[in-house]
């Protein structure tokens, strides 16, 4: 018996709609890239020649032949359009960090809920192959119990970009925007921390500097039995050390970051042979007393892919399989996302509690 392929609406084709998503869309057999909402229909057909292109996002959720909503829009407009598609009997699937307050996702999750359709957060992260291979590290017990782990996403962008992730807003800014990977690939791999304590700053110079416009975070979340420090400075012209986890019996760095998106920016798609080649691989430093061992994070036993994410969502909308992302780990993000927020105007370590 056939499985009727997944007809999916795409609003937006900005960075994250052309680079992250249509590609992806357009390579899984199981979806049909069938409708997209942007102003830009030159740059659409580039990629996806024939795709109709609707310059109105309630036309491409009210389409009456789609079965999936993606939604890349700006963050504010997140909540009203996920309501939109799941009313229209649509699954919806959110870019990170999906929505800017947890009232807005835990009501999303209830509305999903009653509608019984599948909704989601794109976090492609997790699917990174250094990710992959510190979850490999942890869970293995090869260099014994993690006690302490730097997680960084650091870049050389002095001055801010034109674009509305880096210019005030409600849910801009660089935390909203590289906060949501590094805390979720934490609550992943070790789930929810006893307390946090956080550090949100504008550093850059500009006209438009506001709370909304953080360009430099840090945050430490306490375990009973180790720390996590995440973090991002827009001011780091050398290597990045992505990152640097302490074990008791040894310990793990990595330098870089994983290839699938310098990749796909350079035109590389993920039906092209040798993806994702394009992209500089990333170096590991594995360290244990006595020893010490240099080897390529692309060599990873699970390398990194984000076909997966897109695989799973296939199989959640079938029937067959969880969402890749599920609605409780979705509202456990806003809630460390905003309660990070809160230390920072307080300026005090805050204990973590939520379902």
């Given at each position: 018996?056939s499985?009727?392929?997944i007809?999916v609406g795409l609003?937006?084709f900005g960075?994250?709609?052309?680079?992250?998503?249509?590609p992806?869309?357009?390579?899984?057999?199981?979806?049909?890239?069938?409708?997209?909402c942007?102003?830009?229909?030159?740059l659409v057909?580039?990629?996806?020649?024939?795709?109709?292109v609707?310059?109105s996002?309630?036309e491409?959720?009210?389409?009456?032949d789609?079965?999936?909503i993606v939604?890349?829009?700006?963050?504010?407009?997140h909540f009203?359009?996920?309501?939109?598609?799941?009313l229209a009997g649509?699954h919806?699937?959110?870019?990170k960090p999906?929505?800017?307050?947890?009232?807005?996702?835990?009501?999303l999750k209830?509305?999903a809920?009653q509608q019984?359709?599948?909704l989601?957060?794109?976090?492609?992260r997790?699917y990174?192959?250094?990710f992959l291979?510190l979850?490999?590290?942890v869970?293995?017990?090869?260099l014994?119990?993690?006690?302490?782990?730097d997680?960084?996403?650091d870049r050389?962008r002095?001055?801010?970009?034109a674009?509305w992730?880096?210019?005030?807003?409600v849910?801009?800014?660089?935390?909203?925007d590289?906060?949501?990977?590094?805390l979720d690939q934490v609550?992943?791999?070790?789930?929810?921390?006893?307390?946090l304590s956080?550090s949100?700053?504008?550093?850059r110079?500009s006209?438009?500097a506001?709370a909304?416009?953080?360009d430099?975070?840090e945050v430490?979340?306490?375990?009973?039995?180790?720390?996590?420090?995440v973090?991002?400075?827009?001011?780091?012209?050398?290597?990045?050390r992505?990152?640097?986890?302490?074990?008791d019996a040894?310990?793990?760095?990595?330098?870089?970051v994983?290839?699938?998106?310098?990749a796909?920016r350079a035109g590389?798609m993920?039906?092209?042979?040798g993806?994702?080649d394009l992209?500089?691989?990333?170096?590991g430093?594995?360290?244990q007393?006595?020893?010490?061992?240099?080897?390529?994070?692309?060599?990873?036993s699970?390398p990194?892919?984000?076909?997966h994410?897109?695989?799973q969502?296939?199989?959640?909308?079938?029937?067959?399989d969880?969402p890749p992302v599920?609605l409780q780990?979705?509202?456990?993000?806003i809630?460390t996302?905003?309660?990070?927020?809160?230390?920072?105007?307080q300026g005090?370590?805050l204990?973590?509690?939520?379902?």
């Amino acid at each position: 018996m056939s499985v009727q392929p997944i007809r999916v609406g795409l609003i937006g084709f900005g960075l994250s709609g052309r680079i992250f998503h249509a590609p992806f869309l357009l390579d899984h057999p199981d979806f049909v890239l069938a409708g997209i909402c942007s102003s830009q229909a030159d740059l659409v057909h580039q990629m996806a020649p024939g795709v109709p292109v609707m310059a109105s996002s309630d036309e491409l959720i009210h389409a009456d032949d789609l079965d999936l909503i993606v939604i890349t829009a700006p963050n504010h407009l997140h909540f009203s359009l996920a309501q939109q598609a799941l009313l229209a009997g649509k699954h919806a699937l959110l870019e990170k960090p999906a929505v800017t307050e947890l009232a807005q996702m835990e009501a999303l999750k209830t509305l999903a809920e009653q509608q019984g359709k599948v909704l989601t957060v794109y976090q492609n992260r997790r699917y990174d192959g250094d990710f992959l291979k510190l979850r490999e590290l942890v869970f293995s017990g090869a260099l014994g119990k993690l006690r302490h782990l730097d997680s960084r996403f650091d870049r050389f962008r002095p001055r801010p970009q034109a674009r509305w992730r880096e210019q005030p807003g409600v849910g801009t800014g660089i935390f909203w925007d590289l906060g949501p990977h590094l805390l979720d690939q934490v609550l992943l791999l070790l789930g929810p921390p006893e307390q946090l304590s956080a550090s949100l700053q504008t550093l850059r110079q500009s006209d438009q500097a506001d709370a909304f416009s953080t360009d430099w975070f840090e945050v430490q979340l306490f375990y009973p039995d180790k720390v996590v420090v995440v973090g991002s400075t827009p001011f780091e012209a050398g290597t990045m050390r992505r990152f640097n986890a302490r074990f008791d019996a040894g310990s793990w760095q990595c330098t870089g970051v994983d290839p699938q998106e310098e990749a796909l920016r350079a035109g590389q798609m993920p039906w092209h042979a040798g993806y994702p080649d394009l992209g500089a691989s990333q170096n590991g430093l594995l360290f244990q007393p006595g020893s010490e061992q240099t080897a390529s994070v692309s060599s990873c036993s699970v390398p990194g892919d984000y076909r997966h994410f897109y695989q799973q969502l296939a199989l959640a909308i079938q029937g067959k399989d969880e969402p890749p992302v599920t609605l409780q780990e979705a509202c456990r993000l806003i809630y460390t996302l905003q309660l990070a927020e809160c230390s920072a105007e307080q300026g005090r370590r805050l204990a973590w509690s939520y379902p």
